[in-house]
């Protein structure tokens, strides 16, 4: 079993702790990315699982074995996992075969079994017949695929991937995404990720864990950290959001602009009368034009217009409220707006989050 | 006519003067023996017993300093670059010094150590300890080993710990969390990817230590272990066979040529892709406790290569016998010879002052010239430029007088025994070192901040003068100290071309020694460290100015 589980561990690098009591458990054949803005101490966590660094405080399991203790660190080499870092290390001195097979000559298996098991895996990432080359010639791409079945001919049950796909151009990084997510299905193997790119963490995740400032802000599937984050830096950081202020008018509801009324779940301890904050995001604001023929004023805030972007496939726009808020809206392609309409806005409660001030 | 032209002519022309003429007539003079050609020289080169022992000797110091120069140039890299080990700052210091060192002065100060029966270490061995059999005599190819690595472990230093800084953490950590342990990793990981640097070293070693004059004169010829340079040296005793010597000289380039050939083909593999991101240095190994075992190979090479040199030619300069017990009477009349009776001394500082600022700026100004032209035109023959003016790298100093004899006695003009053929010598040797740093210093400058002035309506020169050059000032100045230093102590060309009136500083250090004071050369050699060490302090000062006056305007 490769479940994964940190317990409070803290790593400080002289006054600067870049992990601060973190817990976290990644479960058996799952895919975990962790995720978060450069600094935030997801690097540092990778190399703590892998054994390059050792923990000030706190502990580290697999299983039942414990890797991971101030006192006391395995070795990387006797982790039994696998890695792939952001510039791939490949070794530029060694051939695909050589740089593949190099893990399980250190396992002192049968040469033949070597053989067989590099072809199989080269197979798997589609590297097939490219034994004999030099992977410093060969483009990023491949460089990396040569690294993942490096990494994959030892099945590990644990594989560590430091940004792996970063230094790819957009379009094969689009297609490596893909191809990670299938391999990963396919293997069964534990899979910790690291990426500061919001997008990559979506595509490929069973679970993301947020990280800022060394600290785990939130874990869970990407579709409930995308729509019910945490807090406000979650939701800063896992793509556009609107803050508008509002205020607890029930238990269960806040009022914004004083007439629209959202009912909602409240984090606890806020009293009646308390100004929060309310977080939509753009694609989970309704927009109604207002006049010649629609209700006027209705159920929603009235604004207008004020800046309209075409995108093709949704209309990008802000609107300024009639009390200053401006509230950005990611409407449907279809809606013809122009700078200055008056138009109604109206939030969808089951996409809003709510935060302190 | 453009003005890239008029470069162009002006640096293929001294080139071919400092560089081509003399090594044609070197390689007509090998093979024409009164204006008729013959193998005669070669023949006697490659057959005769005495010729044939000297090849033999060099290729043996050669291979041994290398080896040798790897044996302690590795671990110290390693130690730096990637160990915590303590005192890194002087491990550093230690093989910079050792580099900067004249290797005679080192080889005189061993003498004095190793001699066969006066050398101090010898007596002590013998007398204190009655162990005779212990005893080293420096006049043997073992002892010529000994004087000659601290000058070259330097090259493998250097580049083995530029090499391990610059491989990316990732690599070996790869290794690493596939299972392979410690020693597994250098083994597979490590030494492959820093193996090109340490042979490029080992190689660079190779070709400075059979370069060697001072050191093969000092403690080969009183062994009689002759080697190329000395017996190059001995063929100009009267009457001068010139033929043979130009022969010998040009087997010498041969040699010369195929190990650099070898050191480029390496160190070119070594461009190994580093594919940019956090990558990053590897962590230190924690040597624990044996990381004072590691400091203490460090100072034994600090003791053999710095202070045993330094220290023995102080104490043999202030003593007024050398022996077991030379603390018991010291005096100074030694200095008070070098500085004050013998004449010598006063013209050889102000001779090797003069000859090395020459030369350093000359090699500066034609390296400039012939960089520009290179970088910033599209002239024809640019090329053709940049690898002549490289052509001396393969050229030991001896080899450079040697040619320039052959090519300046053939010629109306007598400068043979003046400053004038020393300096055309020196510029010689060094220019590959003026082109390479002024090289480096064009190619930081964005062509488009000269076109800028262009453009604005300055001329070629004025462009030039405004813009080029103070913006290179800086590269071009450490260029200038680059040669400078090694100029200021040059003693394997100036050994054949000097004459009473043109003697240098390395020169007389050498004739002195020769006459066999072995307490004045002391003396002397160490008035010569003190002018050098002052002439380089002197002149990084001089120059920070200029380059902060520069930036400040």
Known sequence: ?357 | MRAEHVVLVVAAATLMILVVLPLASLIVGSVVDGGRPTLEHFREALRGRLYVQALWNSLVLGAWTAALSVVIGLPLAWAVSRTNVPGKRFLHFTAVISYLTPPFLTAIAFVNLFGPNAGLVNRFVRDVLSAPALTFNVFSMAGLVLVTVPHTFPFVYLLAASALESVDASMEESAQILGAGRWRTAAAVTLPLVAPAVLSGALVAFVNAIALFGSQAIVGLPGRVFTLPTRIYALFDYPPQYGLASALSLIFVAITVAALYLQRRYLARRSYVTVGGKGGRPQLVDLGRARFAVLAFGVAVFVIAVAAPYLTLLAVSVSKSWGLTFWQNLTLQHYRFVLLEYDVTRRAIVNSLMLAAGAATLAVVLGSLVGWVDLRTTAPGRKLLDYVSLIPLGLPGIVVAVALIQFWLALPIPIYGTLLIILLAYTARYVPLGVRSANAAFRQIDPSLEETARVTGAGWLRTFRSVTLPLARPGLFAGWLLVFVPALQELSASILLFSSGSITLAVAVYNLYETGALKPVAALAIVTMVIITAAIALATRLGRGGAGVSVAQ
């Open chain 1, 1 to 357: 079993m490769a479940e994964i589980r940190i317990e409070r561990v803290t790593k400080r690098f002289g006054a600067t702790t870049a992990v601060r009591a973190l817990t976290l458990e990644v479960r058996d054949r799952e895919f975990v990315t962790l995720l978060g803005p450069s600094g935030c101490g997801k690097t540092t966590l990778l190399r703590l699982i892998a054994g390059f660094m050792s923990p000030d405080e706190g502990s580290i399991r697999v299983g039942t074995a414990t890797l991971s203790t101030p006192g006391s660190v395995v070795p990387p080499e006797q982790r039994g996992m696998g890695m792939v870092f952001q510039n791939y290390a490949v070794w530029p001195h060694k051939t695909v075969y050589q740089n593949v097979a190099f893990g399980l000559e250190v396992r002192k298996v049968a040469t033949s079994e070597i053989r067989a098991r590099v072809a199989r895996v080269l197979e798997l990432v589609t590297l097939g017949g490219l034994e004999a080359r030099y992977p410093a010639q060969r483009s990023g791409g491949q460089q990396q695929r040569v690294a993942l079945a490096r990494s994959l001919v030892v099945e590990p049950s644990i594989l560590l991937l430091d940004e792996p796909l970063s230094n790819l151009d957009a379009k094969l990084r689009e297609r490596m995404r893909w191809e990670l997510k299938e391999l990963q299905r396919r293997t069964g193997i534990t899979f910790v990720y690291v990426t500061h790119d919001q997008s990559e963490a979506m595509a490929l995740s069973d679970r993301i864990a947020v990280m800022h400032l060394g600290e785990l802000m939130q874990i869970g599937a990407p579709r409930e950290v995308y729509t019910h984050p945490a807090n406000r830096t979650v939701a800063d950081f896992m793509g556009l959001v609107n803050l508008i202020p509002a205020r607890v008018v029930r238990a269960d509801a806040v009022a914004v602009g004083g007439a629209h009324t959202l009912t909602l779940t409240l984090p606890p301890r806020v009293a009646d009368g308390q100004p929060v904050q309310l977080a939509i995001r753009p694609e989970n604001v309704r927009l109604v034009p207002i006049g010649r023929g629609a209700p006027a004023g209705g159920d929603g805030l009235p604004g207008k217009v004020s800046e309209v972007t075409f995108l093709g496939n949704l209309t990008d726009c802000y609107v300024t409220l009639d009390d200053g808020t401006r509230v950005r809206v990611q409407a449907e392609p279809g809606l013809a707006l122009e700078i200055g309409q008056p138009v109604a806005v109206r939030f969808d409660a089951d996409a809003a989050s709510v935060f302190d001030v």
